[in-house]
T-cell receptor, first 111, second 115 residues
Framework: KNQVEQSPQSLIILEGKNCTLQ??????????LRWYKQDTGRGPVSLTI???SENTKSNGRYTATLDADTKQSSLHITASQLSDSASYIC??????????WGAGTKLIIKP | NAGVMQNPRHLVRRRGQEARLRCSPM?????VYWYRQLPEEGLKFMVY????????ESGMPKERFSAEFPKEGPSILRIQQVVRGDSAAYFC?????????????FGPGTRLTVL
């Protein structure tokens, strides 16, 4: 069964600290993996996308990694800001147009 | 270039009423996807439409739910005889082509509350 699991479910860190969010997937065949940021009450916004051959992709303070062998991805956020408070969702696409969504990690940045 | 637009943003219905959710894709996008998000859960695919065609509705409940994307006008997700379990956020996304299905741009969502 195609699944995407994320950990932790929620995370609270102080402003300025770094954090790493995890994503494990069992989607096969694999096409690409994307991390989305979803602010409360808003639609998801894409942060990064990686294909099978890519193992790291950066977007400002966000760096995503992908290990296609172990089927794991991580999203690292450096020097966190209050505006980083949101849900971060790992999404994997396979052979068709359906995207398999993780439940997300709820990140709270405290001043 | 306006993004994906959805309306209403919030919709309250009593059990048994009908809910109509509208989605206007980004300019130039002819592919629309609808998702449902229950509280504390991830988005779940419902239906994929192209202009005047339903490509895949495998994620949509067989009863009470329907979707359309007419030649002119927005895509409509229609829920008949709503029940409390239909309360959720409904997101619409669009992409320019079938080949770019993974480049989906999302609207702000419609939050449906069934009393």
């Amino acid at each position: 069964k195609n699944q995407v699991e994320q950990s932790p479910q929620s995370l609270i860190i102080l402003e300025g600290k770094n954090c790493t969010l995890q994503c494990n997937y069992t989607v096969s065949p694999f096409s690409n993996l994307r991390w989305y940021k979803q602010d409360t009450g808003r639609g998801p916004v894409s942060l990064t996308i990686m294909t099978f051959s890519e193992n790291t992709k950066s977007n400002g303070r966000y760096t995503a990694t992908l290990d296609a062998d172990t089927k794991q991805s991580s999203l690292h956020i450096t020097a966190s800001q209050l505006s980083d408070s949101a849900s971060y969702i790992c999404v994997v696409s396979g052979s068709n147009y359906q995207l398999i969504w993780g439940a997300g990690t709820k990140l709270i940045i405290k001043p | 270039n306006a993004g994906v637009m959805q309306n209403p943003r919030h919709l309250v219905r009593r059990r048994g009423q009908e809910a109509r959710l509208r989605c206007s894709p980004m300019k130039g996008h002819s592919h629309v996807y609808w998702y449902r998000q229950l509280p504390e859960e991830g988005l779940k695919f419902m239906v994929y439409l192209q202009k005047e065609n339903i490509i895949d509705e495998s994620g949509m409940p067989k009863e009470r739910f329907s979707a359309e994307f007419p030649k002119e006008g927005p895509s409509i997700l229609r829920i008949q005889q709503v029940v409390r379990g239909d309360s959720a956020a409904y997101f619409c996304a669009s992409s320019p082509s079938a080949a770019s299905y993974n480049e989906q741009f999302f609207g702000p969502g419609t939050r449906l509350t069934v009393l």
